[in-house]
């Protein structure tokens, strides 16, 4: 991990707080949303309906604090004309706060596929399948905060390294989907659906992809999108 601190110390005391309330705003809003991802994973597992709901009100709040957020950020580049690592810190927060909101959508889809799946009175078999890809990328949500939290490049580092576990898990689940929708007609609607929630659950997977390439670009300054692991792994400095 970089060792120095991409949150700089300004003579004006108040610039400090405003850039680390902004931070924990982030980290606020990150915990709704891997409690969104979490919830609505458990309310597929165990068929929860009440929790599915719970799942979807949830959103509100979180789009409210990417629209607060998004407001102190356009306020401190108007007033501030931050530099360097301060311009760095407010742009990864505006990507960073883009890719949660959407992780956010991503879990309210999870909840609303629940209660679908639950009113066709589908297998509980069927979202038991999904476990194993939904603890994983849970994992790497929760992983990639506290890589934000701590502005560890070198544990976001490692987090873009796991994104070919996720392909290979949703993969694996797709093709059993296919599998058995092929060997019983009777479970293609459930199946469908069950494969909508897999999907949701590889995107939010791709977007926690994204934060740790936002605090990778905001530690090392240095924009690694669009590369793959061998070449991220290339271009940060240890």
Not at 44 to 63: F, G, I, P, R, T
Request: with cysteine.
């Amino acid at each position: 991990m970089n060792t120095e601190s991409p949150l700089s110390r300004h003579i004006s005391s108040r610039f400090n707080m405003e850039l680390e309330d902004l931070r924990n705003k982030v980290l606020t809003m990150g915990g709704l949303v891997e409690t969104q991802v979490s919830n609505g994973l458990t309310a597929l597992l165990e068929s929860d309906s009440a929790l599915a709901e719970n799942v979807a009100e949830m959103d509100y709040k979180v789009n409210a604090l990417e629209i607060e957020i998004d407001e102190k950020c356009v306020e401190i580049l108007a007033r501030r004309a931050p530099t360097a690592k301060d311009l760095r810190l407010v742009v990864t927060i505006i990507k960073t706060i883009n890719d949660l909101e959407r992780i956010g959508d991503q879990a309210e889809k999870l909840g609303e596929l629940e209660m679908e799946l639950n009113n066709e009175g589908a297998s509980t078999s069927e979202f038991v399948k999904l476990g194993h890809l939904g603890k994983l990328v849970l994992k790497m949500l929760h992983n990639a905060l506290d890589a934000f939290a701590r502005m560890d490049d070198q544990a976001a580092l490692k987090i873009i390294g796991k994104d070919n576990k996720i392909d290979e898990e949703y993969d694996a689940l797709m093709r059993q989907l296919i599998t058995h929708m092929m060997e019983d007609p009777r479970t293609i609607k459930s199946a469908l659906r069950v494969s909508w929630c897999a999907r949701s659950l590889e995107r939010v997977g791709n977007h926690v992809i994204n934060i740790c390439e936002y605090i990778i670009y905001l530690v090392q300054g240095k924009d690694v999108r669009h590369m793959d692991y061998k070449e991220v792994k290339s271009q940060i400095k240890r």
